[in-house]
């Protein structure tokens, strides 16, 4: 049996008087690896504000089974301002849960040492003193991935992690997520349907309301029916989402 | 050379002195924050929406300085509400405050009988006219800036990168935004006797545009900020001694010849080191 990390049950959100989500039912369990799509202005980044507790839900509930400080989060880049003077060093270490910066007696040693490790394994150690406005879309995501990780999260939450970067770091950047995964449940969120279906388990279509999808692998009549439509586009090497990639998984008879 | 050491055997000057320094001090570390937010218009309607109480204060006899306090603190506090909870827009709701507190002065100067002493120097600065006690209030604002600013450095830099993930780390994003927000309120009322209502948002940006083109690290900027607009308020005030003219419009003009300097020196320098 599968530990269940978070459980969201007839959640609704509305702003200014327009809802958003309506009766959204979801379980997060331990090694998910879930992909939430949908066209926007569907509630995608509104589902994952409300688990973080970003924004305040009008009905239901959402429980979670880890402690808030076990969750990590990515956030869409263009929710920072990129010329703020802040380096790249201090964007990872501001990751860590925060009661401590109370204390100014406290001490910092491992946390940065921590940081740098974390930097290191993303391959990114050599830019750690650079002022985030001088980093590329790619190595700005590295940075927010990191500073993600710095709680060592038990669930972490992405939220289009792929905008603004170069089709070869995209794929670094999922191969890098699959290797987190045997560590920790994630739950991405993405506008790119063909390419994340490759390395997620399971799908969330969200658009209003929420559709579970126990697979990776959904056509686009699925996609239809879930009243996500939603075009599946193949870029190059990656395989079409409607094939199957993991042998040993349950097809549904879903066949195209 | 000499007759700047000679000044400093006049009280008047002495006074100018500790002033420029107290407001280079408070300006540069709270102008930091406000230009690496991109909160210099809030700041704008702060300062002008405290007009409104230097034209009660006038009225009611007070001190003006007090019922400015009142009224850019009240300011600061009322766009951060409007913004988060009435949902109106954040520029639309710094307008308002903007122009209602002046137009509140307006209308108190107007009904203050006879003659409203010193107005100018609310407008365009005086700082060969701060009281001791003004100073002693200067003095402690800077002091009080250095000590939070240094203790709780990250939870400021933090709440101020990115205040929605500040959130899910568990840091008291709204208690630290109100705290900086009557913070900003303070400092520029006390500095309001300096450099002037019009004047002030050039203490509260130029320095830290000219410490920008050194340093992208919020850490480096404070001091530089510091620097730069203890250099251009001191130069300033000396300029307008020697040559009688308004130390106000002195010291904004300085800083912005300072700003200018910089900018040409640093950019000739990276256009050399390009070509070699």
Same mark, same amino acid.
């Given at each position: 049996?599968?530990? @269940?990390?978070?459980?969201?049950?007839?959640?609704?959100?509305?702003?200014?008087? !327009?809802?958003?989500?309506?009766? =959204?039912?979801?379980?997060?369990?331990?090694?998910?690896?879930?992909?939430?799509?949908?066209?926007?202005?569907?509630? @995608?980044?509104?589902?994952?504000? =409300?688990?973080?507790?970003?924004?305040?839900?009008?009905?239901?509930?959402?429980?979670?089974?880890?402690?808030?400080?076990?969750?990590?989060?990515?956030?869409?880049?263009?929710?920072?301002?990129?010329?703020?003077?802040?380096?790249?060093?201090?964007?990872?270490?501001?990751?860590?849960?925060?009661?401590?910066? #109370?204390?100014?007696?406290?001490?910092?040693?491992?946390?940065?040492?921590?940081?740098?490790?974390?930097?290191? !394994?993303?391959?990114? =150690?050599?830019?750690?003193? !650079?002022?985030?406005?001088? #980093?590329?879309?790619?190595?700005?995501?590295?940075?927010?991935?990191?500073?993600?990780?710095?709680?060592?999260?038990?669930?972490?939450?992405?939220?289009?992690?792929?905008?603004?970067?170069?089709?070869?770091?995209?794929?670094?950047?999922?191969? !890098?997520?699959?290797?987190?995964?045997?560590?920790?449940?994630?739950?991405?969120?993405?506008?790119?349907?063909?390419?994340?279906?490759?390395?997620?388990?399971?799908? =969330?279509?969200?658009?209003?309301?929420?559709?579970?999808?126990?697979?990776?692998?959904?056509?686009?009549?699925?996609?239809?029916?879930?009243?996500?439509?939603?075009?599946?586009?193949?870029?190059?090497?990656?395989?079409?989402?409607?094939?199957?990639?993991?042998?040993?998984?349950?097809?549904?008879?879903?066949?195209? | 050379?000499?007759?700047?050491?000679?000044?400093?055997?006049?009280?008047?000057?002495?006074?100018?002195?500790?002033?420029?320094?107290?407001?280079?001090?408070?300006?540069?570390?709270?102008?930091?924050?406000?230009?690496?937010?991109?909160?210099?218009?809030?700041?704008?309607?702060?300062?002008?929406?405290?007009?409104?109480?230097?034209?009660?204060?006038?009225?009611l006899g007070w001190n003006p300085l007090l019922g400015a306090a009142i009224f850019a603190i009240l300011s600061g506090l009322g766009i951060q509400l409007f913004t988060e909870k009435a949902k109106v827009r954040e520029d639309s709701s710094i307008a308002i405050w903007w122009s209602l507190g002046m137009a509140i002065g307006i209308i108190f100067v107007y009904l203050t009988p006879g003659y409203a002493p010193n107005l100018m120097s609310y407008l365009f600065g005086s700082v060969l006219t701060v009281s001791v006690t003004e100073l002693w209030l200067m003095g402690a604002l800077s002091v009080i800036l250095i000590l939070f600013f240094v203790l709780f450095y990250r939870l400021i830099l933090?709440?101020?990168?990115?205040?929605?993930?500040?959130?899910?780390?568990?840091?008291?994003?709204?208690?630290?935004?109100? +705290?900086?927000?009557?913070?900003?309120?303070?400092?520029?009322?006390?500095?309001?006797?300096?450099?002037?209502?019009?004047?002030?948002?050039?203490?509260?940006?130029?320095?830290?545009?000219?410490?920008? +083109?050194?340093?992208?690290?919020?850490?480096?900027?404070?001091?530089?900020?510091?620097?730069?607009?203890?250099?251009?308020?001191?130069?300033?005030?000396?300029?307008?001694?020697?040559?009688?003219?308004?130390?106000?419009?002195?010291?904004?003009?300085?800083?912005?010849?300072?700003?200018?300097?910089?900018?040409?020196?640093?950019?000739?320098?990276?256009?050399?080191?390009?070509?070699?």
């Amino acid at each position: 049996m599968k530990e @269940k990390l978070v459980e969201i049950s007839n959640l609704s959100v509305s702003y200014d008087q !327009k809802t958003v989500l309506e009766g =959204a039912e979801l379980i997060v369990n331990e090694h998910d690896f879930l992909g939430v799509i949908g066209p926007n202005g569907g509630g @995608k980044t509104t589902l994952i504000k =409300a688990m973080l507790g970003l924004v305040k839900p009008d009905l239901g509930s959402i429980k979670f089974h880890v402690p808030l400080s076990k969750v990590g989060y990515l956030p869409q880049i263009n929710q920072v301002d990129r010329r703020f003077p802040i380096t790249v060093l201090d964007v990872v270490r501001s990751g860590r849960t925060g009661g401590h910066l #109370l204390n100014p007696f406290r001490k910092d040693k491992s946390e940065t040492l921590y940081a740098e490790e974390l930097l290191e !394994k993303m391959g990114i =150690a050599a830019i750690r003193d !650079k002022a985030i406005g001088e #980093l590329s879309g790619g190595q700005m995501q590295r940075v927010f991935l990191c500073r993600s990780l710095m709680n060592k999260p038990k669930l972490l939450i992405l939220d289009e992690p792929d905008t603004f970067v170069d089709n070869q770091f995209e794929s670094e950047l999922y191969e !890098k997520l699959k290797e987190l995964n045997e560590r920790m449940a994630i739950v991405l969120v993405s506008h790119d349907v063909g390419t994340i279906s490759y390395y997620v388990k399971t799908i =969330a279509c969200v658009n209003r309301q929420v559709h579970y999808h126990p697979s990776n692998i959904i056509s686009t009549e699925q996609l239809a029916s879930y009243n996500c439509p939603l075009q599946i586009i193949t870029h190059g090497d990656i395989p079409h989402t409607v094939l199957s990639m993991h042998e040993n998984h349950d097809h549904h008879g879903h066949h195209h | 050379m000499g007759t700047i050491i000679e000044l400093f055997s006049y009280d008047f000057f002495i006074h100018a002195f500790w002033a420029s320094l107290f407001a280079a001090i408070s300006c540069g570390i709270v102008g930091t924050y406000i230009v690496s937010r991109r909160i210099v218009f809030v700041s704008g309607g702060i300062t002008h929406a405290s007009f409104g109480g230097i034209g009660i204060g006038y009225f009611l006899g007070w001190n003006p300085l007090l019922g400015a306090a009142i009224f850019a603190i009240l300011s600061g506090l009322g766009i951060q509400l409007f913004t988060e909870k009435a949902k109106v827009r954040e520029d639309s709701s710094i307008a308002i405050w903007w122009s209602l507190g002046m137009a509140i002065g307006i209308i108190f100067v107007y009904l203050t009988p006879g003659y409203a002493p010193n107005l100018m120097s609310y407008l365009f600065g005086s700082v060969l006219t701060v009281s001791v006690t003004e100073l002693w209030l200067m003095g402690a604002l800077s002091v009080i800036l250095i000590l939070f600013f240094v203790l709780f450095y990250r939870l400021i830099l933090y709440v101020a990168f990115d205040e929605e993930f500040a959130r899910t780390t568990g840091l008291p994003v709204s208690v630290i935004n109100y +705290l900086l927000i009557s913070l900003i309120a303070i400092t520029i009322v006390l500095n309001i006797r300096v450099v002037g209502i019009i004047l002030i948002l050039s203490l509260l940006t130029l320095p830290q545009a000219t410490a920008n +083109l050194f340093t992208k690290d919020f850490k480096r900027m404070l001091p530089l900020s510091v620097l730069f607009a203890f250099i251009g308020s001191f130069v300033g005030l000396l300029f307008s001694f020697f040559v009688d003219i308004p130390s106000g419009a002195s010291i904004i003009f300085t800083l912005v010849l300072l700003f200018g300097l910089v900018k040409l020196a640093v950019s000739t320098k990276q256009k050399l080191a390009s070509r070699a």
